[in-house]
Each structure stands twice: as structure tokens, then as C-alpha cells.
């Protein structure tokens, strides 16, 4: 079997979002969808879908379009699709943005799940069936008091867990959006006890501030509010370039440190956060090195006795979850959610999504070949944009 053809489909759709820098539901607001196609002399074809900031939730900007239907194509023509770990190699080797080597990677993984009939996570050998969920919000979702309300409306739903996204880019007090220097330690910190108050002690809480904090003391005194309101961890509190303050970081609290999160190469970067102690558990998702550096990424934690916590949600993270222990991954984040954001609205261009939640809080794996995908190509091709 080879390639033949490699093509990317750009498409309208329609999803909730979260105005981040006001602090409001956009509804069903417009979405630039990507569907990456990779077809073989076999009649085989294997999809992603995405590779946008919202992971699989929208698409590749038009560059990175481009750069797939020039470069990378000509790269994979007359290759043999299932030489996935080859090809993988070659797009480091040749220095391929991190976007266009994660797309091309997972929907080899797609296609060779769809010639064995096989959904992605068996193919690399399932350790569950199942994950549990925790609820991930945008930032901004409100003040203090908002991020408490909606935690317990989370846990109505039947989340177990609640991961708090911050004040950033956005003042609390004023509504209004920020520049410069973005931090809001005052009103984070009441966040963090307004939300354990709120839920009790029995929901699992975790905390990202997305690199936005940019002094270790300020830092520090947010940690120390973590660890006396027991959070399970502290996700990419500074900006990822200063893995010495992080490594201080990780000296100074008993809190677990989760990152890098969104620091370049992959799992080659997150083996070296590990060797220098700079964090307590790594944070790793398909679009930094596709399902192979994913999997690659859980492997070397494993064997350090480090969790991989995987992020964003997503059909590919979902399968590399499957194929991962509990003991290494172990929270499956459901999200961007706000007050009103629908998340599990149905998305117009696939017949089902891939993660609703069951009543005890966890997702089920994906049981259709491939990343599981089950595309309605009238509606993407009815909402075709041109190229």
C-alpha cells in the first residue's frame, strides 16, 4: 500500500464559545473546521480532524494548510502508510512545525486503524475501556464567586473533578479585558477558597494559570493556597523558558508541578524537565508530536515513575489514554466549559461526539475503527471553504 494523495478540506461550522476577553458566551459562533485526508493506491483513506488551539475542535490556520499540501505532501508521496515511525523521524528530522508532524502522524494512526477494523487504542495495545472525566473551564468565566457556582453545578452533572482556569488577560474587578502584565493573585486566591468551599472536600480540584504568573514569590504564595485547600496539582503557574525557576518551584512546595504543558519539542523537552526535576508530572496532548510522540511521551513518565497527564480533550488524546495505565494518565479533561457553553452539543459534521460522560463520571473509549471518527461529508461538503 501507498500514498497517493494528501489533502486538507477546510470547512464552516458552529459551535459555543467563551469570550475570553470579556468574559461572555458567543453562541454558536462560526468555527473554521480542517479535515486532514491521507489516501492510498488501496482505496484507504485516513482522517484527522483539526489541529487548531482547541486541538481537535477547530482547524489548522491557512498556513499550516499550505505547508501540508506542499511540503509534507511531497514527503509522504509513494510512502507506505503503516511506516508511521519512519515518517514520524523524518518530520523532526526535516524540523516541521510541531502542528503540521502531529496531523500528518495521527491520521496514519486513523488509517491503520480503519484497515485492521480497529480502534487506535487496541492497535497500541488497550489497558481500559474507560476514563474518568474532570470539568476544565475556559479562563475568565467570571469572578471569584462565578468559578464557585459553577464547580458545583459541575458536580451536579456528575463530574468528579474541577480544574480551574483563572483570571488572565482579564481584570475581575473591571470585566474589561488586560495588557501587559496579566496576573490577579488577589482574586485567584479567593477563586481557590471560594471553589473548596464550595465543593467540599471530596471533589478533585486542579489549578492552570497558563504561564502567567511571572515572579517565583507570587508563584509560591498561590502554591501555598493550593496545597492548604489540597489541589491535586499546579499546572503551568510561569512562562516555560525558566525551567530554573521551576525547578525551584518544585523544591519549595509539596504540591505536584504539572508541566511543561505547551514548551516545543515534545516528549525530547519533557524527558529533560524530567532529568532536571523541574517538574513533579508531565503534561503532553497529540498536537505536540501526534499519537506516537503522545505515546512516546507516557512511556518515558512510566518508566520514571512519573504521571503523564494528557492534555486537552480530543479523539486522539482519548485513544492514547486507552493505551495508557490509570497509574500514568490518569484525568481525562473535558473542556473548554463556561456558564452556558453547550460542550456536548453534537457537532454538525460527525455523526456522534467522542467523549459524553456516563453517570459515574468517566468516558467511554471510542469503539469504531480508527480514532473513531464517523464523518457526515454532506455537511462538510456543503460548508466547503475555499482553499
Known sequence: MKITDVRVIRFRTHADRWDIGHARLRPAAEVSQTVTCIDTDAGLTGWFFGGGKHGDQDGMSPDEQRLIEGRVRDLLLGVDPFDREAVWKWMWVANLPEV?????????????????????????????????????????????????????????????????????????????????????????????????????????????????????????????????????????????????SYRRLCRELSIPILAPEIAAGGVFTRAEWILQGASDMSRMDIRRGGVTGCRKTAVVCEAFGQRCEIHMAGWGNLQVMGATSQDTSEWYEKGLLAPGVDYDAPHPYLERNCDPMDAEGHVALPTAPGLGYEPIWDYIDDNRVPS
Open 100 to 244: 503540521a508532524q502531529s496531523v500528518i502522524d495521527c491520521a496514519l494512526w486513523d488509517l491503520a486503524g480503519r484497515a485492521a477494523g480497529q480502534p487506535v487504542y487496541k492497535l497500541m495495545g488497550a489497558a481500559r475501556d474507560k476514563v474518568p472525566a474532570y470539568a476544565s473551564t475556559y479562563p475568565n468565566i467570571g469572578p471569584p464567586q462565578v468559578y464557585a457556582e459553577h464547580a458545583l453545578a459541575c458536580r451536579a452533572e456528575g463530574y468528579k473533578a474541577y480544574k480551574i482556569h483563572p483570571h488572565y488577560f482579564w481584570n475581575p474587578d473591571t470585566g474589561l479585558p488586560t495588557k501587559g502584565r496579566p496576573s490577579n493573585i488577589r482574586a485567584d486566591i479567593e477563586t481557590i477558597n471560594l471553589v473548596r468551599e464550595a465543593v467540599g472536600p471530596d471533589m478533585v480540584l486542579m489549578y492552570d494559570v497558563w504561564g502567567t504568573y511571572h515572579t517565583i514569590e507570587e508563584t509560591i504564595k498561590v502554591g501555598r493556597e493550593l496545597e492548604r485547600n489540597d489541589f491535586y496539582w499546579f499546572e503551568h503557574p510561569m512562562p516555560e523558558y525558566r525551567v530554573e
